[in-house]
């Protein structure tokens, strides 16, 4: 079955970039849209954007300002740049399989701490 | 309004039925879909659409949906139920956001 796993620095600095990577194995990356959701510690969770597997994309507005996501269909990655990062990023950061239509999150990654501090 | 409102916490008593709610503009317009969080854990989907259960989820969950309001109910409540539940959905600008989050607790 379909496993995601997402890979990255664990600690960043102040106004420094994050990057992550989520790399999706058991199936290919096609026709399926692939998103980012982080979870701050104690707090509910944050939609934060969108691909599909053609490379259009689409960004929770309170963060379209900083966020970045991009796909690798040959290695089937896609991945999430964050910019201008503030103690206030600190955060779980999952990745999931989006199916369209309904837009429902249907597999998850187990998720990445990133913590930001200097 | 792209907002879900949900009650940060409900409780249940075992094997009783618990209807979890959420609240917004754009319920009207889509469906959302439900997942349960354990501490420690990543979300799982437990609904979607209009009453869909993916495999696996046991069919004492289910969905509903009236006005601006989607409901997940547990026919039945167990042990193993006692999460945290996250609505979410999409609004007409695109953006898709998630509830604010249910504790539920099964006493």
């Known amino acids: 079955q379909v496993q995601l796993q997402e890979s990255g620095p664990g600690l960043v600095k102040p106004s420094e970039t994050l990057s992550l990577t989520c790399t999706v194995s058991g199936g290919s990356i096609s026709s399926y849209y692939w998103s980012w959701i982080r979870q701050p510690p104690g707090k509910g969770l944050e939609w934060i954007g969108y691909i599909y597997y053609s490379g259009s994309t689409n960004y929770n507005p309170s963060l379209k300002s900083r966020v970045t996501i991009s796909v690798d269909t040959s290695k089937n990655q896609f991945s999430l740049k964050l910019s201008s990062v503030t103690a206030a990023d600190t955060a779980v950061y999952y990745c999931?399989?989006?199916?369209?239509?309904?837009?429902?999150?249907?597999?998850w990654g187990k998720g990445t701490t990133v913590t930001v501090s200097s | 309004s792209s907002e879900l409102t949900q009650d940060p916490a409900v409780s249940v008593a075992l094997g009783q039925t618990v209807r979890i709610t959420c609240q917004g503009d754009?319920?009207?317009?889509?469906?959302a879909s439900w997942y349960q969080q354990k501490p420690g854990q990543a979300p799982v989907l437990v609904i979607y659409g209009k009453n869909n259960r993916p495999s696996g989820i046991p069919d004492r969950f289910s969905g509903s949906s009236s006005g601006n309001t989607a409901s997940l109910t547990i026919t039945g409540a167990q042990a193993e139920d006692e999460a945290d539940y996250y609505c979410n959905s999409r609004d007409s600008s695109g953006n898709h956001p998630f509830g604010g989050g249910t504790k539920l607790t099964v006493l």
């Open positions: 754009s319920l009207r317009s889509y469906y």
């Open positions: 999931a399989r989006t199916v369209a239509y309904y837009y429902y999150m249907d597999v």
